[in-house]
């Protein structure tokens, strides 16, 4: 079964960093493309990033260049590097997988950028 478990988020000033991590402690293998979503208050919930299981990915243009997304199949982790944050970064950021047709989402874990 899977259980998505974020990782990471924190208080970070602008111009800052931090690195989001995401394990799927239900699964025995590493099947499916995962990603990172983010919800900022009173706004939609938002796609960031996603990784095949191959290693292919995709941005969006916000973080482009600032963000990037990476997956250790071994260990069913997917990672969130998050640099040059800014104000408007601050989200809940959701752990997201998409396995056999069916998306399944972590509880989501908060990155505040404030000086």
């Known amino acids: 079964q899977v259980q998505l478990v974020e990782s990471g988020g924190g208080l970070v000033q602008p111009g800052g960093s931090l690195r989001l991590s995401c394990a799927d402690s239900g699964s025995i293998l590493s099947i499916g493309d995962m990603g990172w979503y983010r919800q900022a208050r009173g706004k939609q919930r938002e796609l960031v990033a996603t990784i095949t299981s191959f290693g292919d990915t995709n941005y969006a243009d916000s973080v482009k260049g600032r963000f990037t997304i990476s997956r250790d199949n071994a260990k069913n982790t997917v990672y969130l590097r998050l640099n040059s944050l800014k104000p408007e970064d601050t989200a809940v950021y959701y752990c997201?997988?998409?396995?056999?047709?069916?998306?399944?989402w972590g509880k989501g874990t908060l990155v505040t950028v404030s000086s």
């Open positions: 997201w997988l998409r396995r056999y047709g069916m998306d399944y």
